[in-house]
């Protein structure tokens, strides 16, 4: 009985919000919904309450508020009833119902394992991906008691249901914020306001050389933007319109034990708005550069140490044995990616030269980079001194035979 009193609680507070879950014909573009997306126990429901008090937006869990009222029986129970498989299915066609304008919502651990359910969620809002250590996620589910969650069946520890969910998280996320060991959620909510400000803000990139009263709208660059023009027309390099990205020792600490790929990801999306290079794009671009068939090491700049608190870092293990390579096997990927999404607004498939002079590693390095992954829209030319290279640096440069590479 008590439960039933609770449940009916719930569905008579959901009717006071400002948009009806069963009757939202809000379009998608304007629903402004906040999605906090994470394991259980990640703090999503302590989060989301006061991220809604914060922001003066209504909080929504959508194991409480909406799938119990939906279902008319608790989580447990539909879980006893339709099994881990059968609930999944029945959760993501639950959510697939869902509609609300306006709010903070806190999903549950399993709604991303649903992929259908979770692009109409990302249709009508923002996802943030709450990040926290596995090691915490499982002290955390100790001390609330919990042994088992969707999915994990007889022989499957918790480690392991965790780190298969993580897939789930990182391929549905517009942005990440990466929690450290002992952080509040007051702390946290902290981030997440900071983020969001980030993110309607779009800051945009301006030159080294612009006058700070010249730093209107105008002048800002999106990111693609200045992927396919380079140096600023005023000569100037650019940068981060408001603040350069940075990391607290705590965010740092947490990248300690990932592998070169999950610390690439999460340092360079704090570079990109997720509108200009979406973190499942950007994800892509990483795993198919840095991988073992173009990097001759599996840790792809391995870290040795020396001895005392010296250490060395090994720049070589790329396709032409240059440290350029690290940078510039990523590069053409962002090149490509901005050619395409400006072929797709203007409606021209405009084609790229870019002349590149070198005295020897460079050279060498872009026409690999750029021969794999520019595509067809932009061809490259390599200038180079005839007396001024190395025997291995020419032969390296004169051998490239692709396509859209020439050498001079």
């Known amino acids: ?15 006071t919000l400002p948009c009806s879950y069963a009757f939202c014909t809000t379009p998608c573009t304007a629903c ?14 302590t989060v989301g309450r006061l991220l809604s008090s914060r922001l003066s937006l209504p909080a929504i869990d959508i194991d409480d508020d909406y799938l119990e009222p939906h279902w008319r029986m608790t989580v447990a129970d539909k879980l006893k009833q339709a099994g881990s498989e059968g609930f999944v299915q029945e959760e993501g066609e639950a959510l697939l119902q869902f509609a609300t304008s306006k709010s903070v919502v806190s999903l549950t651990g399993s709604n991303p394992l ?17 990040d926290v250590d596995q090691r915490d996620i499982i002290q955390r589910l100790k001390r609330m008691k919990v042994n088992r969650i969707v999915g994990q ?14 897939q789930f998280y990182e391929n549905n996320y517009d942005v990440r914020i990466i929690c450290e060991e002992n952080e509040t959620p007051e702390q946290i909510v902290d981030k997440v306001v900071l983020a969001l400000k980030k993110q309607k803000l779009k800051q945009g990139y301006v030159s080294t050389r612009s006058h ?14 200045i992927i396919l023009e380079g140096m600023a027309n005023d000569g100037g390099l650019y940068v981060p319109m408001e603040t350069v990205p940075k990391m607290s020792s705590g965010e740092w600490s947490r990248l300690i034990g990932l592998s070169f790929t999950d610390q690439a990801q999460r340092i360079l999306e704090h570079w990109f708005h997720h509108h200009d290079l979406p ?22 700049s391995p870290v040795y140490h020396l001895h005392g608190n010296q250490y060395i870092l090994e720049l070589f293990h790329g396709p ?14 962002f090149f490509h990616n901005a050619a395409e999404e400006r072929k797709v607004k203007s409606g021209l498939d405009n084609r790229y030269l870019i002349l590149v002079a070198t005295s020897g590693d460079t050279g060498g390095a872009v026409l690999d980079g750029f021969k794999k992954y520019a595509g067809h829209s932009c061809s490259l030319m390599v200038l180079y001194p005839e007396k001024g290279v190395s025997a291995v640096q020419k032969a390296q440069m004169t051998s490239v035979t692709g396509d859209n590479t020439h050498v001079v």
């Open 212 to 225: 700070q009263d010249q730093m209107n709208g105008s002048k800002r660059k999106s990111f693609n933007d």
């Open 153 to 166: 069946g007889p022989g499957n520890s918790m480690q392991d249901i965790l780190k298969y969910r993580q």
């Open 114 to 130: 649903h992929q259908c359910a979770m692009d109409h969620i990302k249709d009508t809002g923002l996802v943030v991906l709450l």
């Open 320 to 333: 032409t044995a240059s440290f350029k390579d690290v940078a510039l096997q990523l590069m053409p990927m």
């Open 32 to 45: 402004n919904n906040i999605f906090l997306m994470g394991s259980p126990g990640s703090g999503k429901t």
């Open 279 to 300: 973190p499942q794009s950007l994800q892509n671009m990483i795993n198919t550069v840095y991988c073992q068939e173009n990097f001759n090491c599996s840790t792809i």
């Open 1 to 15: 009985m008590a439960r039933l009193l609770s449940i009916k609680g719930k569905l008579a507070w959901s009717r």
